[in-house]
T-cell receptor, first 116, second 112 residues
Framework: DAGVTQSPTHLIKTRGQHVTLRCSPI?????VSWYQQVLGQGPQFIFQ???????GRGNFPDRFSARQFPNYSSELNVNALLLGDSALYLC???????????????FGEGSRLTVL | ELKVEQNPLFLSMQEGKNYTIYCNYS?????LYWYRQDPGKSLESLFV?????AVKQEGRLMASLDTKARLSTLHITAAVHDLSATYFC????????????FGEGTQLTVNP
């Protein structure tokens, strides 16, 4: 069975540009969460989506947005890129939006974004 | 605001030795997770601790949770080089869904 898949795996952008990152959850999982991991730090929660609705948002500016599609895949969009947006962006899927009862939160390999 | 603190942040140890990584958190929660991350890779789930007093073991790693003290430990027994990685603890706030707050990570290096 395929795990959480993310694309692209690596990308380089310049300041001011826009980026779209994509995530396909594990089959049967309806919740997708996005995390940002800056080098040398722990991941930070950005968004959670469930059934195409935003269920949670972390402390990130409005330049960050996301959406979830009917097939439960998701996109993370970042506008007006800053140098500080350089990070590994991780997508995680879980069966539901409820508290994790058995730790069923699975992470993809991530999209590594470099902003020059 | 939930804070999760790990210590030490860097740990260099010899093969065969034992050591403990500590994870303190600032709010009530009965769910704590440990992840492993190899350089350039994603997060691998190690342990899920779902209640006070929970203890789980896998190979040379053992994790425990004390919700009253808001403390979790990850104990390494007779370390081997393959355990070299960064270890994160993460806490699930009681009011949230599948939203984790991570510690800064402990970078473990096991030397021959």
């Amino acid at each position: 069975d395929a795990g959480v898949t993310q694309s692209p795996t690596h990308l380089i952008k310049t300041r001011g540009q826009h980026v779209t990152l994509r995530c396909s959850p594990i089959s049967g999982h309806k919740s997708v969460s996005w995390y940002q991991q800056v080098l040398g730090q722990g991941p930070q929660f950005i968004f959670q989506y469930y059934e195409k609705e935003e269920r949670g948002r972390g402390n990130f500016p409005d330049r960050f947005s996301a959406r979830q599609f009917p097939n439960y895949s998701s996109e993370l969009n970042v506008n007006a890129l800053l140098l500080g947006d350089s990070a590994l962006y991780l997508c995680a899927s879980s069966p539901s939006a409820q508290r994790l009862n058995t730790g069923e939160l699975f992470f993809g390999e991530g999209s590594r974004l470099t902003v020059l | 605001e939930l804070k999760v603190e790990q210590n030490p942040l860097f740990l260099s140890m010899q093969e065969g030795k034992n050591y403990t990584i500590y994870c303190n958190y600032s709010t009530t929660s009965d769910r704590l997770y440990w992840y492993r991350q190899d350089p350039g890779k994603s997060l691998e789930s190690l342990f899920v601790l779902l209640s006070n007093g929970a203890v789980k073991q896998e190979g040379r790693l053992m994790a425990s949770l004390d919700t009253k003290a808001r403390l979790s430990t990850l104990h390494i027994t007779a370390a081997v080089h393959d355990l070299s990685a960064t270890y994160f603890c993460a806490v699930d706030e009681e009011t949230s869904g599948s939203r984790l707050t991570f510690g800064e990570g402990t970078q473990l290096t096991v030397n021959p």
